[in-house]
Nanobody, 119 residues
Framework: QVQLVESGGGLVQAGGSLRLSCAAS????????MGWFRQPPGKEREFVAR????????YYADSVKGRFTISRDNAKNSVYLQMNSLKPEDTAVYYC????????????WGQGTQVTVSS
């Protein structure tokens, strides 16, 4: 089992920045690729970003490319999402998730943190 706890959400004006953190506990953190997802109000959950086990590869949804940066610190069992140039459409509950090596799905999810961007 892997336990994930997100933090760093809040209310920010459009154009502002936030940094989300996700702290992991349980099994060896470096055995998992990590992802960030979000669920806007009244919509389905959607992919935001992913980072590989070592941190050497990252992937982003087109909607956040160039504005968001995912990173990880395996020594601290943590993954981060730096969000810049925030837009009202970035308003959502943000979740981190862990994907075990050599699998294609995320098995563990955090409880989510709310991000609200005002116009």
């Amino acid at each position: 089992q892997v336990q994930l706890v997100e933090s760093g959400g809040g209310l920010v004006q459009a154009g502002g920045s936030l940094r989300l953190s996700c702290a992991a506990s349980g099994r060896t953190f470096s055995n998992y690729a990590m992802g960030w997802f979000r669920q806007p109000p009244g919509k389905e959950r959607e992919f935001v970003a992913r980072i590989s086990w070592t941190g050497s590869n990252t992937y982003y949804a087109d909607s956040v490319k160039g504005r968001f940066t995912i990173s990880r610190d395996n020594a601290k069992n943590s993954v981060y999402l730096q969000m810049n140039s925030l837009k009202p459409e970035d308003t959502a509950v943000y979740y981190c998730a862990a994907q075990p090596r050599y699998t294609s799905q995320y098995d563990y999810w955090g409880q989510g943190t709310q991000v609200t961007v005002s116009s």
